[in-house]
T-cell receptor, first 117, second 109 residues
Framework: ETGVTQTPRHLVMGMTNKKSLKCEQH?????MYWYKQSAKKPLELMFV???????ENNSVPSRFSPECPNSSHLFLHLHTLQPEDSALYLC????????????????FGPGTRLTVL | RKEVEQDPGPFNVPEGATVAFNCTYS??????FFWYRQDCRKEPKLLMS???SGNEDGRFTAQLNRASQYISLLIRDSKLSDSATYLC??????????FGAGTTVTVRA
C-alpha cells in the first residue's frame, strides 16, 4: 500500500475525447508530480506542484493540463490527444521538493495506462 | 547525450549469483542519487538512496563515484524475487529528477 492512489487504472480514449486522470495522496506530503512512462524509455517528468503551486512544467504540450486543488489531489486533464501520447502516466508525491541534496523519497501511485486510438 | 544512461540488460543470472551494474550521469552538479525498483507493469519503488561514502542494505550495495560520474548497484546472493527493472535516479539542485531507462535483471532458478 503506497498511500498514493490513481484513477482510472486503465483508459482508452479517442483523439477527440476529453478525460481526466486523478491522483490522491494520503501521506501528508507537500509535493506532487506527474510523469509519463513510455515503453523502453525513461520516466519523463511532466509537472511538479509544491503546496499547490506549479513549480515545473517541462515543455509539455497544452493538450495536457494539470490541476492541483489542494495538497492531497492532483489532476491531469486530457483533450485532443495523439496516439503517441499512449503511455503509463504515473503520479508521485514526496514530503518536500526533491533536489538540493534532499534524500526525500518519492512515492508513486500505480499509474494510469492510457491508450489513445 | 542522455542525462542518465543505463545498460538495459537483461542480466540473466542464476539464484545465488552476484550481479552488478552501473549508471552514468552527465550533470556534474547532480546532488542526490537513488536506485528505484520497478516490477513489470507496476510503479517504481525506492530501493535505496546512494550516499557519497557508499552504503549497504542487506544484499544490496550502492556506490557513488563523483569523479567518473557514475553510481553502481551490486546484488549479492540473488533471489528469484530480485527479478525486476532497476532505475537509476539523479537529482540536481533545481529539484529536477532524471530517470534512467532501467536495467533489467532476471534471476533464474
Amino acid at each position: 500500500e503506497t498511500g498514493v492512489t490513481q484513477t482510472p487504472r486503465h483508459l482508452v480514449m479517442g483523439m477527440t475525447n476529453k478525460k481526466s486522470l486523478k491522483c490522491e495522496q494520503h501521506l501528508g506530503h507537500n509535493a506532487m508530480y506527474w510523469y509519463k512512462q513510455s515503453a523502453k524509455k525513461p520516466l519523463e517528468l511532466m509537472f511538479v506542484y509544491s503546496l499547490e503551486e506549479r513549480v515545473e512544467n517541462n515543455s509539455v504540450p497544452s493538450r495536457f493540463s494539470p490541476e492541483c486543488p489542494n495538497s492531497s489531489h492532483l489532476f491531469l486533464h486530457l483533450h485532443t490527444l495523439q496516439p503517441e501520447d499512449s503511455a503509463l502516466y504515473l503520479c508521485a508525491s514526496s514530503p518536500g521538493l526533491q533536489g538540493g541534496g534532499s534524500t526525500d523519497t518519492q512515492y508513486f501511485g500505480p499509474g494510469t495506462r492510457l491508450t489513445v486510438l | 547525450r542522455k542525462e542518465v544512461e543505463q545498460d538495459p540488460g537483461p542480466f540473466n543470472v542464476p539464484e545465488g549469483a552476484t550481479v552488478a551494474f552501473n549508471c552514468t550521469y552527465s550533470n556534474s552538479a547532480s546532488q542526490s542519487f537513488f536506485w528505484y525498483r520497478q516490477d513489470c507493469r507496476k510503479e517504481p519503488k525506492l530501493l535505496m538512496s546512494v550516499y557519497s561514502s557508499g552504503n549497504e542494505d542487506g544484499r544490496f550495495t550502492a556506490q557513488l563515484n563523483r569523479a567518473s560520474q557514475y553510481i553502481s548497484l551490486l546484488i549479492r546472493d540473488s533471489k528469484l524475487s530480485d527479478s525486476a527493472t532497476y532505475l537509476c535516479v539523479v537529482t540536481t539542485n533545481d529539484y529536477k529528477l532524471s530517470f534512467g531507462a532501467g536495467t533489467t535483471v532476471t534471476v533464474r532458478a
